[in-house]
């Protein structure tokens, strides 16, 4: 499939199969949900009349329900499938590709274990790909030196690792990924490369637990003298070291072959001076490396998301060599897999859906988001390029800058581009690197990329490119869509707005692909209406729904049963399992109704002026018993959170509106004719109940530390006792 002549694409992209069917299906989906509309407008109650308040409530939830739907359409009408002629790229490329420089990203040890960034740091080093054009550079905004004496660990265990890699033909080249995922046949070798391992991972664990490093070790190595003047982690000089450099002749393997450049930097930080989080950290990254090494690719990953495959690079390339249609591609977006990921999926967290189906949906509409990691570059459009039909970049292989310059003097000329003051009365963070001032900085950043004429393209390897560390407990899973939903929502409500500010600069298909995202946190509304209103209503014997005799029932069940079916064939289909839909929509509902809510209330008090975003970094590393829980897939709920009081007050209420209609609709001796009537209410609030039983466990049932903390139930009880007066006054 590979094989092709000088003037054969180094990519084919394939239409998805069966598009015109889905979109009958989905046509048919919106005619059911017009006469939905339809029903809702012409039987709303008489002004007086029982029900009529909570009727106009889920008019308008409807209305935004079908207009959500119709958004989620946009990146399934049109999904490609593209695939890659590696070989191709080599017999034509292989002695003119490009310098590549990786970035890795972390900020915090505690969080972020060294161990664990190290780790990732010796993937991307051990690239198919020759060392003399690849640079890797660790951004440590924790400023640890902790952090610094792991690289230069790994920097010694790389001359032994990278070779062996080649050797053996290692997949993936994460140590400790490896070590883990199977036994291999090379015994001797591996034994001896294991020992080398673990020995390097007792000094670093050693380091860590002592908190600093020895006498002997910093008299060892100068680069620690750069800690002498350091005040804080948010208030220290630049520390910059050059740990390899891979144009000494003599920074070579244990086989004799050359290194790639490994750098550590920690920019310099004052408490007077906004550090703009990842943002600020990537945008001294372009700068140092555009000094030191000045690679025409940069391949961005975090900390946690170890290279799970050794020619990923290649596959990017292919894209952006192209001599056909490559000039037109800014970056190239891989998707974000992780590796602890339960079998069913516990938080929903493999995001199984948006990698499968809908990044290639927003693929055949001109390109992916650019969602912060996994993510490979042209560096000039990171630096604020337009792109110019008439131009094409050079893509090929040229000598490093500063080949002559000695290494004192390219690590104090790079210092200085890491500054706090280097960026002021520039247009750093506006219109060259990434952007400041939102949550989600790598979304904007690729949004305005496109706005300047650029596409990206979305590469889905059958060998996953990347792994990383997914959320283990609830709270962090909750807490990491608020921030992504928040940011997303601030970027709809700013003067980078899809909608507006992408108008006739990128595909109306691609602007609403974007709005989806964006809209993600005013979902809240709706879903909390359609959540908490039937339910009382089926509590006072209200229907608000048509009765199954009613011609009117028909679009319900339809919508209902047709949606949910696609649904489950959607997730299956992107390789997922029964119980693993079930957590999806668990997840879906809780995302909703907690997650969402905080982030639609925390941009609105943004805008007005009272509270300011800040960047949460995701927990990397969990207790022993709550990681056994997670891999017997028992949910944490151990924080006390307000989230969770919205949560538990929901499903309580539900719980108690079902239980009081069954004992009332009992003591009527009506159970037939009053399910006839408030089916679908019952429907809607059993769904909602044994969705739930996770949680009713968790506040009622289990012992152990992850169950819901008490004041969260004592919170909770007295919301639903509140909700249950006030629902009195309904009409």
Request: with cysteine; aromatic share 12%.
């Amino acid at each position: 499939m590979g094989e092709g002549g000088i003037n054969s694409p180094l990519f084919e992209t394939k239409r998805a199969e069966g598009i015109v069917l889905y979109r009958l299906f989905a046509a048919s989906i919106f005619v059911g949900i017009c006469l939905i509309w339809v029903y809702r407008v012409s039987h709303i109650p008489k002004a007086g009349e029982d029900g009529r308040f909570g009727w106009m409530g889920l008019l308008a939830a409807e209305l935004w329900f079908g207009f959500y739907w119709l958004l989620t359409q946009v990146s399934r009408w049109n999904r490609v499938y593209r695939h890659t002629f590696k070989d191709r790229l080599s017999q034509r490329y292989e002695e003119e590709l490009p310098g590549v420089d990786i970035f890795v990203c972390t900020a915090d040890p505690t969080i972020e274990p060294p161990i664990m960034v190290i780790n990732t740091v010796l993937s991307v080093m051990a690239y198919d790909y020759p060392p003399e054009k690849l640079s890797v550079y660790l951004s440590d905004d924790g400023g640890s030196e902790l952090t610094c004496y792991a690289l230069l660990k790994a920097a010694e265990f790389a001359k032994h690792w990278i070779p062996y890699c080649k050797k053996y033909n290692v997949e993936p080249r994460s140590p400790a990924a490896y070590f883990a995922s199977q036994a291999s046949d090379n015994a001797g070798d591996l034994t001896l490369i294991k020992r080398l391992y673990k020995d390097m991972e007792n000094k670093i664990e050693s380091a860590v637990k002592l908190g600093s490093i020895s006498e002997e070790v910093r008299s060892k190595h100068k680069c620690f003298s750069q800690w002498n003047a350091y005040l804080s982690p948010r208030d220290h000089d630049t520390i910059l070291q050059i740990v390899i450099d891979g144009r000494d002749p003599n920074a070579r393997d244990v086989e004799g072959c050359g290194l790639p450049t490994l750098v550590y930097l920690a920019r310099e930080k004052r408490p007077q001076h906004h550090h703009n989080f990842k943002a600020g950290s990537m945008n001294a990254l372009i700068r140092v490396s555009s000094n030191i090494s000045n690679g025409k690719v940069i391949l961005n990953v975090d900390c946690d998301m170890y290279s799970n495959n050794s020619t990923a690079i290649r596959d990017a390339l292919c894209f952006l060599m192209d001599e056909e249609k490559g000039h037109e591609i800014a970056f190239v977006q891989f998707p974000q897999n992780f590796e602890n990921v339960t079998k069913n999926d516990l938080y929903s967290s493999s995001l199984r859906v948006i990698s499968e189906v809908e990044f290639h949906g927003l693929d055949g509409y001109g390109g992916p988001l650019y969602v912060g990691s996994g993510c490979v570059h042209r560096r000039d459009t990171l630096c604020g390029r337009k792109f110019s039909k008439g131009c094409k970049s050079e893509m090929k292989w040229e000598n490093r800058k500063g080949e002559e310059t000695s290494i004192p003097k390219l690590e104090e000329s790079s210092k200085r581009l890491a500054s706090c003051t280097f960026e002021v009365n520039t247009q750093w963070g506006k219109e060259m690197g990434l952007k400041y001032g939102c949550p989600v900085e790598d979304v904007i950043t690729g949004l305005s990329i496109q706005c300047r004429g650029w596409k990206s393209v979305y590469c889905n390897p059958t060998r996953k490119a990347f792994l990383g560390v997914a959320p283990t407990t609830l709270p962090q899973t909750l807490v990491q869509h608020k921030r992504w939903s928040e940011g997303d929502f601030q970027i709809l409500v700013s003067k980078y707005s899809p909608a507006l500010y992408g108008h006739g600069k990128i595909s109306l298909g691609l602007q609403l692909g974007y709005c989806c995202y964006c809209l993600w946190a005013p979902n809240c509304l709706a879903t909390l209406f359609y959540t908490i209103l039937p339910s009382l209503y089926l509590l006072k014997g209200i229907s608000v729904f048509p009765q199954i005799t009613s011609p009117w029932f028909i679009p319900f069940a339809y919508v209902i049963i047709a949606k949910y079916t696609w649904s489950f064939g959607e997730f299956m289909w992107s390789g997922g399992t029964m119980l693993g839909w079930w957590n999806d929509q668990r997840i879906w509902l809780y995302k909703r109704t907690s997650s969402y809510l905080f982030a639609f209330i925390d941009t609105i008090l943004h805008y007005l002026g009272y509270s300011d975003s800040g960047f949460v970094i995701t927990a990397k590393v969990a207790d022993e018993d709550v990681s056994q829980r997670y891999e017997k897939e028992i949910m944490e709920f151990g924080a006390s959170s307000p989230m969770f009081v919205i949560l538990a007050t929901v499903a309580l209420l539900n719980l108690y509106c079902l239980a009081g209609f069954l004992k009332e609709a009992i003591a009527r001796n009506g159970t037939v004719g009053v399910y006839e009537t408030m089916a679908l209410q019952i429907l809607l609030c059993g769904v909602l109940i044994v969705i739930n039983l996770p949680l009713y466990e968790a506040l009622c049932l289990r012992k152990d530390n992850g169950k819901m903390p008490s004041s969260v139930v004592f919170k909770s009880m007295a919301f639903v006792a509140l909700s249950c007066v006030c629902s009195k006054l309904l009409n």
